[in-house]
């Protein structure tokens, strides 16, 4: 984590020699202060987007009109944002323009949680206004300010709180809370991208369940597509997958494939949301067969998913190791892999393309998966001529 943090300060002090001032903000000084691992390190600074372009040789303009650089120089890319505040407040939503600021403390101020306003300058001290570090010794998630005015501003740090509740394990300080169970409703303004973006975040934390328990209580979800749909809502007990959780609403027929369309995920996520429905299917039917639903879905998308059914409490039989070992032992794992291809099979048969071969294609791919057929040309040929009647 130092050492992450110690490649930001040649910015910093480069800023400086500028003029300027720069500090690093947000989740890097959270995580760094947990002593929990850091993923990016956000640096805020005095110069404005135009001057930190200047200043540095490469930089990209990520999102210049919010007052955000990419500076490459250290070679590992640092997001340089300008102190800012926000402009006006519609809808309940983040404003999409920002008044640049010369001061830290009024950047720090804007920001949505205690926890998240605290800022470590070149010499990593804490720079805190709002009481963060105290709160973070006592595991708490509370709003800079009027909890009431900061989710009437902006709904989505409602869902930002349980996301952090569940990433840090955390609790929700109490005016904090009672001001979301009154403001829940609000997130109906709120794009339901950035709640997929939180949502997902809070389903992979540490405690999901806790998390889920608030949105329950404070009814945040019933104001959510989809998830209103969800009663119960599904409370996993450890870190899930959107797509295993999803999935497996979908599974449950909670939710329809037609409500998958209104979450706005991108078509590899709606992929795997109904893959990973199929494979809870056939994980309760009686007849399947583990090297195909392995072959046919990925080893990744099956681990999800048990690791699903785990924090839901549902027993199934195929374990973990089971998954590991039956993968590895897969001849192909992809039809790629087969020792013959279209081509082959034509010319081996003398006939034309056409559906026959797709399909003979499909039964020499399942003959192999099953460990019936071995993956060579001259043993898939002779399988061939056995069972394909001309
Ligand atoms: P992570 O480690 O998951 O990225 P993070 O704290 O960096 O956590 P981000 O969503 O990346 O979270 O936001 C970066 C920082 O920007 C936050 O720490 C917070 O200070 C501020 N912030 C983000 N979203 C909001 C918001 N809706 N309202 C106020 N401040 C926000
Ligand atoms: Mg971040």
Redesign the pocket.
């Known amino acids: 984590n130092l050492s992450k943090l110690k490649e930001a300060l040649p910015i910093i002090e480069t800023l400086e020699a500028h003029g300027h001032t720069a500090f690093i903000?947000?989740?890097?000084v959270?995580?760094y202060l947990l002593d929990i691992p850091?993923?990016?390190v956000?640096i805020t600074t005095s110069a404005l987007p135009d001057e930190v372009e200047q200043i540095f040789a490469r930089t990209v303009p990520v999102g210049k009109e919010h007052g955000t650089i990419m500076v490459l120089d250290a070679g590992v890319p640092f997001e340089v944002t300008t102190y800012r505040i926000d402009g006006e407040y519609k809808d309940f939503r983040?404003p999409d323009d920002v008044i640049f600021v010369s001061d830290l403390k009024e950047d720090l101020l804007?920001?949505?949680?205690t926890i998240?306003?605290l800022a470590l300058d070149r010499d990593f001290r804490v720079i805190d206004y709002t009481g963060g570090q105290n709160d973070l010794q006592h595991h708490l998630i509370r709003a800079v300010g009027n909890p009431y005015t900061r989710f009437y501003e902006?709904a989505?740090?409602m869902l930002?709180a349980c996301r952090f509740q569940s990433?840090l394990d955390f609790q929700i300080e109490n005016s904090t809370m009672t001001a979301m169970n009154r403001h829940s409703e609000l997130i109906r303004h709120i794009a339901i991208e950035r709640i997929i973006l939180e949502f997902r975040?809070l389903l992979q934390g540490k405690n999901p369940k806790a998390a889920m328990k608030t949105m329950e209580d404070s009814a945040l979800h019933t104001y959510i597509p989809v998830l209103d749909q969800l009663t119960p809502l599904l409370l996993p007990e450890k870190d899930v997958t959107l797509e295993a959780y999803f999935g497996f609403c979908l599974y449950k027929r909670m939710i329809t494939v037609q409500d998958i369309v209104k979450l706005k995920l991108s078509n590899h996520e709606v992929k795997a949301i109904k893959d990973s429905g199929n494979i809870y299917e056939e994980l309760f039917s009686a007849q399947y067969t583990e090297r195909l639903l392995l072959y046919y879905y990925g080893k990744k998308l099956v681990v999800n998913c048990l690791q699903l059914l785990a924090a839901l409490q549902i027993e199934v039989s195929l374990t973990n190791q089971q998954v590991d070992s039956i993968y590895r032992e897969l001849t192909i794992k992809e039809r790629a892999d087969i020792a013959v291809d279209g081509y082959v099979l034509m010319t081996h048969l003398s006939r034309q393309g056409g559906s026959w071969l797709k399909s003979l294609l499909s039964s020499i791919e399942e003959q192999i998966v099953l460990g019936k057929l071995l993956n060579n040309k001259e043993d898939i040929l002779k399988w061939v001529d056995n069972n394909v009647k001309i």
């Open positions: 903000v947000g989740g890097a959270r995580n850091i993923n990016d956000d983040r804007r920001r949505d949680f998240n306003a902006d989505l740090r930002r990433v975040k």
